[in-house]
């Protein structure tokens, strides 16, 4: 693999840690539990597991595919087994995929401002103001999108002992029968959880940027590990606080949890988690436009400001287009459907033709010797 990044721009292999992580856990922890009992109700905590068991697959396979990339990113690779004109087409594709992800992340996160705390706040208000962080943390390179998705996951850690008051007061009866439902309805709470798991695919951008690339591979694995437990963790203490009839017409599940708390000098702590979130979904939103910028770089050779104001105006342009709730969960699904094609579809299909063309390759130079 040919180096084509500085050491002075790569982060050390435990930061991986936090860009991973940091990127799963973003605006769907808000509302993930109401989506995924919807097949298997109680049971969807095993879904969820096994989904989680899964990205570790995904994790070795983006690995794998990084070190058989000439340059260690997408880019290469995908110039390698398809061509120019055709690998820098599918690298483009990824652009719109970034985008959506940074979308995904902006509108519902606005809409909450809007119902929860600011009801005469407009939608291109809140997303500029987001997008206007986010440009300057971008701006000043990959290093600075790491230290803040140290930052945002190292925060909003601290209010995660808040569970404590929820889990009081759960029913843990609501958890049974355990088991009691066809593959099915496992399957549908499965694909429902595949949104909340997307992130570890940006490693095909950032890949190159990491100093100590195998240990960068554990601290991957130990980063989803810990997003599967969180995720359990919350889906647990949800399905105990909630019955399945109130659950599945909750829409904020985690927000509706911390309005319980009630604190000798803090009224309202729902008000703490809805500007914490801001925090939670910033990596995401950092690293997706960072990734974007750099697709447009690689591929159509435009200058790094150029591809970032190009990308900045296409998600305010998506952004402001989805003005529904509908709207915003039909592109959720939309997300949850390419992010799953992405991931176990594309990702897998990818990683046999890489082993094919290699093991051609080994044959041809064995046979020429």
């Not at 995904?58 to 398809?82: C, K, N, P």
Request: glycine content about 6%.
């Amino acid at each position: 693999m040919s180096q084509n990044v500085k050491q002075s721009s790569q982060v050390s292999a435990y930061f991986t840690w936090f860009l991973v992580h940091g990127v799963q856990t973003g605006i769907g922890m808000l509302n993930f539990q109401q989506r995924i009992v919807r097949g298997a109700e109680q049971d969807a905590w095993i879904s969820l597991l096994v989904v989680g068991i899964l990205m570790h697959l995904v994790i070795f396979m983006l690995f794998q595919l990084m070190r058989m990339a000439e340059d260690g990113d997408i880019f290469s690779l995908h110039r390698q087994i398809f061509g120019n004109v055709i690998g820098r087409g599918l690298s483009l594709v990824l652009f719109f995929y970034c985008v959506l992800i940074c979308v995904g992340q902006i509108r519902p996160y606005a809409e909450v401002i809007y119902v929860w705390v600011f009801p005469d706040s407009s939608l291109w208000q809140v997303a500029l103001i987001i997008l206007a962080a986010a440009t300057y943390i971008v701006s000043g390179g990959f290093r600075v999108v790491t230290g803040i998705c140290l930052l945002c996951v190292i925060i909003p850690s601290f209010i995660l002992p808040t569970l404590y008051f929820p889990m009081k007061l759960a029913h843990w009866n609501n958890l049974l029968p355990i088991m009691n439902h066809g593959l099915g309805d496992y399957i549908t709470s499965a694909v429902n959880s595949l949104y909340i798991f997307l992130g570890p695919e940006f490693l095909l951008f950032y890949y190159p940027f990491l100093k100590d690339k195998r240990k960068a591979h554990k601290w991957a694995h130990l980063a989803t590990a810990y997003t599967t437990v969180l995720y359990m963790l919350v889906l647990i203490t949800t399905l105990g606080y909630f019955n399945m009839l109130q659950l599945k017409g909750t829409i904020w599940p985690t927000l509706v949890l911390s309005k319980i708390i009630r604190l000798a000098f803090l009224e309202r702590f729902d008000y703490i988690y809805i500007f914490d979130w801001l925090l939670v979904i910033f990596p995401v939103c950092c690293i997706s436009i960072w990734a974007a910028v750099r697709i447009l770089h690689q591929t159509l050779k435009l200058p790094r400001k150029w591809a970032l104001w190009i990308t900045l105006l296409v998600v305010f342009g998506v952004i402001i287009s989805v003005r529904t709730p509908v709207g915003i969960e039909r592109m959720e699904l939309l997300i949850s459907q390419i992010g799953g094609f992405l991931t176990f579809g594309y990702l897998p299909l990818l990683f046999l033709i890489a082993l094919v063309r290699q093991a051609v390759i080994r044959i041809r130079t064995a046979r020429s010797n």
